[in-house]
């Protein structure tokens, strides 16, 4: 049973998601939520006075409210980093028992280029994970019209 579960956000549209699947689980086992956002270092203008990009805190309270409406006790923090080994070190600091985080589904190619988050969490989380997949939009299928046999 998951009594600490550490939510990873990354202001990807599948937030709400990644967000409603932990949201599912500790109501579930009556675990605690701690929502994550990690600001990554090379995002921070060394110019410009620092700020956390979206999801800001009122973003974050919102969902920490959300949690505690349905009965859930959660809190939220943001952190400046390297975001595939904060989380997992976050996430032992805090002794979760789980990290929920989204995948966005790159391809071997963008995944090499671009580096993968959830992949490194996988391998290096020292609790179980739980990568809640992005959707495939539907809408770009076309529907297929069923054909009808007709018998002489």
């Known amino acids: 049973m998951f009594q600490k579960i550490l939510v990873a956000l990354d202001n990807a549209k599948m937030d709400t998601h990644v967000f409603d699947e932990a949201l599912a689980l500790a109501k579930a086992t009556g675990a605690h939520l701690r929502l994550l956002y ?19 805190p009122h973003r974050l309270r919102s969902l920490v409210e959300q949690a505690n409406n349905a009965g859930v006790k959660a809190d939220f923090t943001e952190h400046l980093g390297d975001p595939a080994a904060d989380i997992c070190a976050i996430a032992q600091r805090w002794d979760a028992d789980l990290i929920v985080l989204g995948r966005r589904g790159l391809s071997r190619l963008g995944e090499l280029l671009h580096g993968s988050v959830s992949n490194y969490v996988l391998h290096h989380a020292p609790c179980a994970v739980l990568v809640v997949q992005e959707k495939k939009s539907t809408s770009q299928s076309t529907p297929t019209t069923p054909k009808r046999e007709t018998t002489a």
């Open 38 to 56: 990690v600001v990554p270092a090379c995002d921070v203008g060394y110019a410009q006075p620092y700020t956390f990009n979206q999801p800001n």
